[in-house]
């Protein structure tokens, strides 16, 4: 890929701005849920469980949602947390987070903050855009702006579960995408030094029977078929 492309990819989501709810619309999709703050949800109670699990409070940590997009998760889940910030290499999806604490990423490998600024960082959804050859890159600049002893959570597209590989192939704002096998994604943060903090599966389950059953999701967490994945690593101290 040559730069002018790689400029390309690093604003690919300025085009798909304007329109992105629209496009994102999927007769499965809809049968899961028809709120789409339920995906969002989902991740805030995915973390919130791993830092109870883990006897930490998140209302003492910065947090940073790197690929924020138009900050749906950040909108629903800074509460949770002392202070929050975002970043994108799309300025047309940040324009739209309506949130003033966010930055854009100028290259796809480069976080826009100064090392050791936060205790915990997220990526949600976001790996699967980024080219292979830009993924350690990036997760090492994740590593530097996470202080010591920070978590990392990267939640992905779970290839492994057929009804997102269907919805992901339909979508076009997917067009380009290149699923991560949890076990890819566990290797890539260990590989930048991340100790293995373990994986959570979720989305199991529709809405409705998410909220009946709650009970049902928890128990499966660690059955590597749900819809996505949630990958933590912490950085050693
Ligand atoms: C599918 S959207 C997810 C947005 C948001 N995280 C969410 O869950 O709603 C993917 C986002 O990743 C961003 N992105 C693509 N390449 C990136 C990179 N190298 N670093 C950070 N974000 C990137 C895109 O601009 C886009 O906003």
Request: proline share 7%; hydrophobic share 40%; glycine share 8%.
């Amino acid at each position: 890929m040559n730069a002018v492309d790689h400029e390309d990819k690093n604003r690919e989501f300025d085009g798909f701005a304007g329109q992105y709810r629209e496009l994102l619309k999927d007769p499965i999709r809809e049968a899961f849920t028809k709120d789409s703050g339920f995906f969002a949800e989902r991740k805030r109670q995915v973390f919130a469980a791993f830092f109870a699990r883990q006897g930490m409070d998140p209302h003492r940590m910065r947090w940073l949602d790197v690929g924020c997009g138009q900050g749906e998760l950040m909108s629903m889940a800074q509460a949770d947390f002392a202070g929050s910030a975002g970043c994108d290499p799309s300025a047309e999806m940040l324009a739209r987070a309506g949130n003033p604490n966010v930055r854009v990423q100028r290259t796809p490998t480069s976080i826009p903050y100064p090392d050791e600024s936060f205790e915990f960082v997220s990526a949600v959804c976001v790996y699967h855009h980024v080219l292979p050859a830009d993924r350690d890159a990036l997760t090492r600049d994740i590593f530097r702006v996470l202080v010591p002893g920070g978590i990392f959570a990267m939640v992905e597209h779970n290839p492994l579960n057929p009804v997102t590989q269907i919805i992901v192939r339909r979508c076009p704002v997917d067009a380009d995408a290149q699923l991560l096998l949890g076990r890819l994604a566990r290797r890539l943060m260990h590989r930048q030094g991340f100790r293995n903090m373990g994986m959570d599966f979720f989305l199991f389950l529709p809405q409705g029977l998410t909220r009946r059953f709650p009970w049902v999701e928890k128990m499966l967490r660690k059955f590597p078929m749900g819809g996505q994945y949630c990958s933590f690593g912490f950085k050693p101290k």
